[in-house]
């Protein structure tokens, strides 16, 4: 069965975080992946164009309601019209999520994933403790390369 793979970041990443997030959609893509993403800037749209240069399928759930918001390497954008309530869609839709870099939609997504059972890979991204102690289910990596290879092993 074909992996879907939600790839969650800020829609406002440095220039950094997007080459990652353009790494990890590439590279997800060629591992024959389904990207999905929220749709818009930074690294969803970063990921979107690495999976349109690796061949792949990238979707985007939107927010809104307007589809012409979508960023534009998107192979379908789905206007939501959900708001910031589309993160547990995402989620939902998603076989394992990679996040890349921290902002506070992406501490969502990565937490309704936890918090259901879907496995989580880190790049750059939110480490959470609990009285010091690390909260399991989020896998810290080092690598686009590793993130990707980390969430297959995961899935399997």
């Not at 992946?33 to 990921?47: I, N, S, W």
């Not at 789905?78 to 989620?91: C, I, S, W």
């Not at 969502?108 to 989580?120: D, F, I, M, S, Y």
Request: charged content about 15%.
């Amino acid at each position: 069965m074909t992996p879907y793979v939600g790839v969650v970041g800020p829609g406002d990443a440095d220039a950094e975080l997007e080459r990652l997030a353009y790494e990890v959609g590439e590279l997800l893509a060629r591992a024959g992946a389904v990207v999905l993403c929220g749709g818009r800037g930074g690294v969803m749209a970063a990921a979107a164009r690495g999976a349109a240069a690796g061949e792949g399928t990238s979707i985007g759930l939107l927010p809104g309601t307007d589809r012409t918001a979508a960023a534009e390497a998107l192979t379908y954008a789905l206007a939501t019209g959900l708001g910031q309530l589309r993160n547990g869609l995402l989620v939902s839709a998603s076989d394992g999520l990679i996040s890349v870099g921290s902002s506070w939609g992406t501490l969502n997504e990565v937490a309704l994933a936890v918090r259901v059972g879907k496995p989580v890979v880190a790049l750059r991204g939110w480490s959470i403790t609990d009285n010091g102690t690390d909260l399991e289910g989020i896998l810290p990596v080092e690598s686009p390369e590793h993130a990707v290879t980390q969430l297959f092993q995961l899935l399997t």
